[in-house]
């Protein structure tokens, strides 16, 4: 059994209007909704899961739809870059396809690597990455956006911190990664315990103003383990270093662990076990709003505040 830190799991950010950021991330960039359930600790909320096919950790970005919320503005102490993977030769299709969908692009490189840096439609900053290494995932698949060009899953993760040092010593010490690039003020840091998802990058700006957490900002990042065993371990490790760490919390698809590392982002452990079909069949993942058992008893008033999709 791999007790390693697996990469990620999933991401999660904040966006404003719920049906713009279901259409966004469906339609423009062509994920699947792999979940539609509510925020647990705010069950007026929506909670959207988009990954591939089956929701598999390392493909999943999740969303708290807050109405009227505002935009947050990314800085200092937070996840500022989500990078996906893409298949080699398929930048100029999405180019083009975010421009039809009135997004413009940037293109860019990064220790090497050419990618289309943009922004979703609340602010959050997106890139669509060729990574050095062709990514072998098998995608989730529209007519719109087919197997050769489709997302493959997360590539890498990017925090801005204004000193790396503490976070980087939770990815090198706890979490198993080591630093394998840096360029300027910017540090990658990738495990070899997985081939995807691996890489977290650090820009370090002693300078960066502080963010604020709203629409088109990341809320948390949470990094994949195998099981429950696993993640209790890790659980131990944390307090060991002297951090304040939740007990384990039932999230229906996978269990979790929470802790704010020291440059201030929120970090989750996920565990790989139940997965999104544990309520829904593969097939019909997404379709059905799906509640927690001790929301169920209250679905018709919760159905009757969410937003109209
Ligand atoms: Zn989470």
New binding site residues.
Partial sequence: MNANILGLH?I?AISDNAKRNLDFYTNALGLRLVKKTVNFDDPGTYHFYFGNKQGTPGTVI?FFPWEGIGPGKNGAGMATHIGYAIPDGSSGFWKERLAQHHITTEETEIFGEKMLSFNDPDGLQLHLVVPAHPDGRKPWSTQETPQDVAIRGFHNVTLTLRNRKPTAGILTDIFGYSLSEQAGNRYRFVTDAIDTANMVDIIEDPTAPVGRNAAGTNH?I?FRVKNDDILMEFREKVLKAGLDITPKIN?DYFF?LYFREPGGVLF?L?TDNPGFTVDETLENLGTALKLPKRYESMRNKIESVLPEL
Wanted: without cysteine; glycine residues 0%.
């Fill in positions: 999933h999660t999740t948390h949470a999230r979790s989750e996920a």
